[in-house]
């Protein structure tokens, strides 16, 4: 069930539309179309991550209205300035927190579901004990993500335990012989 609708056609999927006539949580949703000329009087919210640098570029941020539930540090909500009025509307902002905290725990189940699916570092590290080819790879290509790193902030590398013991696992491997002929990296 949505409870705030997204344009026909919105490329960005963080872009929610609202106005008064917005059912959330009031029960009565009944799959109503929100209409393309009903944006025009609407609030125009975008989620973000809380580290987009565009996140709040030419919009107000909004989060702060959101403390239930909701964390600063990894979302942000940000409107513009006509979105602001719009949202000024009777009972709107109670609406959008309800929504707002909705969406929270419902983002939080999935994370939770897909959560305990991930690999620990353990376990990659145990992968790549028993597949010396991928390990090959896998170095070559961290061999040249890393070199920035290794030559102005070696102390990052030094203090990252996870690689560190990857280097212990992979040092007696020979490095990868690109210059083969059909051997690359997405190809092995």
């Known amino acids: 069930m949505s409870f705030i609708l997204r344009k026909k056609g919105e490329n960005d999927s963080r872009t929610n539309y609202a106005n008064n006539k917005t059912k959330f949580f009031d029960g009565s949703y009944s799959g109503d179309k929100f209409e393309y000329k009903d944006i025009k009087n609407s609030a125009k919210i ?4 809380a580290m987009d640098p565009l996140a ?6 909004i989060s702060e ?9 990894f979302m942000r909500l940000s409107a ?16 959008l927190r309800a929504y707002i905290k909705a969406l929270i725990e419902a983002m939080d189940a999935v994370f939770k579901e897909h959560y305990k699916y991930r690999f620990s570092e353990d376990d ?9 080819k991928s390990r090959q790879v896998f170095s070559y290509v961290l061999n040249q ?9 070696p102390e990052i590398i030094a203090n ?13 491997d020979e490095p990868l012989d690109t210059a083969q002929n059909g051997v690359s990296v997405t190809n092995f």
Do not use: C
């Not at 209205?65 to 540090?73: K, L, M």
């Open 46 to 49: 975008i989620l973000s991550s």
């Open 56 to 61: 709040t570029l030419s919009r107000y941020d």
């Open 160 to 172: 990252y335990t996870w690689y560190q013991k990857y280097l212990e696992i992979a040092k007696d």
């Open 145 to 153: 993500h890393l070199t920035f790193l290794r030559a102005h902030k």
């Open 80 to 95: 513009d300035a006509n979105s602001l009025v719009t949202l000024l509307a009777p009972n709107m902002m109670t609406k």
């Open 124 to 132: 990659v590290l145990e992968y790549f004990k028993a597949h010396p």
């Open 65 to 73: 209205y959101f403390t239930d539930g909701f964390d600063e540090n």
